[in-house]
């Protein structure tokens, strides 16, 4: 055996669905609203993990304009039967009040890869809908039921309704198989036959610091369903000194030897005060699982391991610690993503001026429609981005810079703009809450009219941002307290759902429309070298 160390899909990588194909194993993750729409890696040995894509690539398969912060792909479920990979999916429109605005998909594909098929339109009465292959050959759509309630919860347990290929419709009436636990908020439902038993996994206690596992099963798939007696199989609740935290929502695989794994989403605070910078992870637990007993972990008791035991493979390789982009390529790779809609024309080019990545400025941060923003995620809680940048602004309507984004409401943003004479300046913008200041007391006037190196480096919840004119980098402000890009603080103020993570952002405004163009020149993400 050799061990691999949690995450194993750091940064924003919430949600994970897996399944194995021959020697393939594969991961499926929630985008939410950040586009392409569902992200997908795969690995031979559990330990090593790439990135082969995105499932959801055309707009006929997502259409996220207006989409709201923290909504879009919600917890995607990917199967593989009959010769195709199976992917049903989430896209929440509205998340105000007690309601849930948002409709349940599917899509098929012969290979990961894909090309992924036109959206079926499953149902719209909740949400983490779940694909299950039975063994007489139906197939079953398990999903959270969501009830629009003030006087009781709006969690009204899990919901089974047959799928029929034939007609690609929902067939009979739906019919809730589990009320949930005490721990309540139940969600995320994946069903498993083995032993004879329909085993139903789901998330429970909200997607937060009382995150769990839980397993229950019954011989018949409309149940009643046993909560297994070691419940849940996995929590991190009520053990602060954990670093692997909101552990929850987990998918079971099991390998060729028949050895079983569980992975699940987690979170690593940052010290001093518990910010979830990066968002929801991805990590891997070692089951124990004898014939006709209930599964339970290798390491024993319910709380993930931040190192688990995988079958013997080469030595694992850490997940892209260094990442550089000279924009040499026709079109942005996988690991870029934008908000809402495609990469591309009219906003984007990476062939206009070779080697750089030309913007042209659309609307602000705050909107939820034509943003001129690409993204990469942050994947390590200790780490550098830089860029540079040649922007001749007119006047105070255009800005382009490098933004740390969490969402519309919660970034900072450094960023070249004009004064009213036309002289270029470099402002930095913060966001707290929807609450915005400049970090600068005044504007910095950038000399000369070459481009300007910008920079940020975050440890922990310290954030710095740096630029370059051409004689090496200089602080830009004070200290910034990298906390408000994290899942915790709009949450904790009680104003906004916050399920994504942090961005490196490239971006662009433009309220005049004059085309003016920003050019990128190079990208770079550097992790800091990891304390022992």
């Not at 969501?146 to 047959?162: C, M, N």
């Not at 206009?352 to 943003?371: K, V, Y």
């Not at 913008?429 to 300007?452: K, M």
């Not at 890009?485 to 429309?513: E, K, M, N, R, Y």
């Amino acid at each position: 055996m050799a061990l691999v160390r949690n995450p194993i899909l750091p940064g924003f990588h919430p949600d994970p669905s897996i399944c194995r194909v021959g020697e393939w194993y594969y991961i499926a993750s929630s985008t939410f609203e950040w586009w392409p729409g569902v992200r997908l890696h795969r690995s031979r040995d559990l330990a090593s993990w790439e990135l082969v894509g995105h499932a959801l690539t055309r707009r006929s398969q997502l259409d996220m304009r207006g989409n709201p912060d923290s909504g879009g792909v919600w917890a995607p479920c990917l199967t593989h039967a009959d010769g195709l990979f199976w992917l049903v999916y989430t896209d929440a429109k509205s998340l105000q009040g007690p309601f849930k605005d948002l409709r349940n998909y599917l899509v098929t594909a012969p290979a990961i890869e894909g090309p992924w098929s036109e959206p079926v339109a499953l149902n719209a009465s909740g949400f983490d809908p779940s694909l299950f292959h039975a063994p007489d050959g139906r197939k079953w759509i398990v999903a959270m039921d969501w009830r629009v309630r003030t006087d009781v919860s709006a969690f009204g347990g899990i919901s089974l309704q047959e799928y029929s290929v034939a007609t690609g419709r929902l067939v009979g009436r739906p019919r809730i198989i589990f009320p949930g636990s005490e721990l309540g908020i139940t969600e995320g439902p994946h069903l498993y036959f083995r032993d004879g038993w329909h085993w139903l996994v789901t998330a429970e206690g909200g997607t937060g610091w009382n995150h769990a596992v839980s397993v229950a099963r019954s011989r018949a798939i409309a149940g009643p369903y046993e909560l297994a007696p070691n419940h849940p199989l996995l929590s991190s609740a009520g053990d602060p000194g954990n670093p692997l935290q909101k552990a929850g929502h987990g998918s079971l695989v099991e390998t060729p030897e028949g050895r079983w794994y569980l992975v699940h989403l987690c979170s690593r605070p940052t010290a001093p005060n518990r910010r979830c910078i990066l968002g929801r992870e991805t990590a891997l637990q070692a089951l124990e699982w004898p014939a006709g007993e209930w599964p339970r972990l290798a390491g024993g008791g319910n709380r993930p391991l931040l190192e688990v035991e995988v079958p013997e493979a080469a030595v694992a390789r850490p997940y892209l610690r260094l990442f550089e982009d000279n924009f040499t390529a026709p079109l942005p790779g996988p690991h870029w993503n934008s908000l809402r809609e495609p990469l591309g024309e009219p906003w984007l080019s990476l062939t206009e001026r070779p080697g750089h990545l030309r913007l042209r400025g659309r609307h602000s941060l705050q909107s939820a429609f034509d943003q001129s923003s690409l993204g990469f995620r942050l994947l390590h809680p200790s780490c550098t981005v830089s860029t540079r940048l040649d922007f001749h602004p007119a006047d105070h309507h255009q800005q382009a810079g490098l933004a740390l984004f969490y969402n519309s409401s919660n970034f900072y943003y450094l960023h070249l703009s004009a004064d009213a004479s036309g002289l270029r300046e470099l402002r930095l913008l913060a966001c707290d809450n929807r609450r915005h200041r400049e970090v600068l007391e005044f504007p910095i006037q950038v000399p000369g009219n070459g481009p300007v190196g910008l920079s940020a480096s975050l440890v922990g919840e310290r954030l710095v941002f740096q630029a370059d004119f051409g004689e090496g980098p200089v602080r830009v402000g004070p200290v910034l307290d990298a906390g408000i890009l994290s899942d915790d603080h709009p949450i904790d103020a009680g104003i906004a759902w916050a399920f994504t993570g942090t961005f490196a952002v490239l971006c662009a405004q433009d309220s005049a429309d004059s085309a003016i163009p920003a050019d990128f020149d190079h990208f770079r993400y550097e992790a800091h070298q990891e304390q022992p």
